[in-house]
């Protein structure tokens, strides 16, 4: 348990900094046809684990969301965007769940879990993080549609192989 | 109690979830720029839709008394534009506002009663001598000339409408200044007939014919319609010209008695001038 909680501070911390240390500098978005944003941060939410309650992962995603946001000078923009992810993960986790249930100890990584479903999870949560996030800031769904998609995709695949290369590298168990 | 648990116990995560895009919602409008603008703005547009049509049918019971007070507005309009024809500084280097004379007063008053297809047309008005109409004064509307007080009782005046065969007035073109007097023939509502202008004047269709000072009923220079067409017939001396007029008479409701209050002066004379 403490092990566990002193892990996930790390993390939160770690992300964090990551994110608005080096990865706010690296935001493409003078050309106006394309605005890309590397999200490094809702990995933390992706690997909260399995046992944290659905009520705790919300606040804690808002919480992450909001520091972030307090960073990127866009306050309720990565939170909103958090909380969605948050709630998307008890979701997906339900529909994921292996036969014999999730071992509660555990949090869902490619270690514990397999690349094939960690695949599956991380990519439904981050999609929709990015999807999400950008459909709030461009905040009309009328006139940029074709916008939306376009920063999703664009951001997500940098975003992804980010995360990718992070899990590859640190290969964390918990 | 238990149905209540029971539902947060269900949908608790979602409520949670709800909760919280809310106050993030609630951030994200107050504190960004771009987010706000286009929030605000839609806001603004459904909201104001809203209150437009409320607005737009609330409007449409005031519309009585808006009428009135557009009349009234329009009346002192037109006190204050004949009255300003009157100059009667006999020394040119002095300007002051004596010599600026309240010759005429302009009561706006609702036609209650209208017809144009009799031979002789009357109107009546639901003003009277307590409002200040006196009988033989000019009538006019925003449009045009109307008629001639013909009687007044205490609330209500009866007028000689111009479509009356016994209504003769002087009248000018503004083009040249000629004058003429102007009749109805008793046929069409919208046309009358500008008599005794002299065949050697020239005439031009579309020139507009106004009224002058010289029936004492009207200030000079009020519009009463326009030249539609003219003929000369062999051996005549006058031009037979028709005016179409610039008012409908079939849609009268507010019109102005203009009161002239030198008249009673200048019929005084002109009688004793007769007399002698």
Redesign the interface.
Known sequence: MNSALFKNIVRFITLVLLQILVLKHVAIGGNFWLSIQVLIYPLFILLLPFRTS??LV??LA?LI?LTV?MFYG????H??AS??T??LR?IVLRFLEPNGGYNLNYSPTKVRMGWGWFFRYSLILFFGHLLWYFS??N??FFYSFTEIIKDTFSSFLISYGLLIIIQIVFNPLD | MSTIIYLLQRFGAFLTFFVLQIICFVFIVRYNDQQGKIFWSSVNRVSGGVLENFDQTVRYFHLRDDMDSLAAENARLIELLANAEIDTSAVAQQITSDSFRQVYTVIPCKVISNSVNRKNNTLTLNCGEEDGVLPHRGVVSAQGVVGVIQKVSPHYAQVMSILHRNFKISALLKKNGTTGSLVWMGEDPSIMRLESIPRHETIQKGDTVQTTIFSGLYPTGIDIGVIESFGLEVGNYAYNIDVKLFEDMTRLDYVYVINNLDKEELDQLENESGNE
Request: aromatic fraction near 22%; glycine fraction near 10%; charged fraction near 10%.
């Open positions: 659905p009520y919300l606040l808002f969301g946001d866009t306050p309720g923009i939170a909103s909380v969605f948050a709630f008890t709030i800031e905040f009309t």
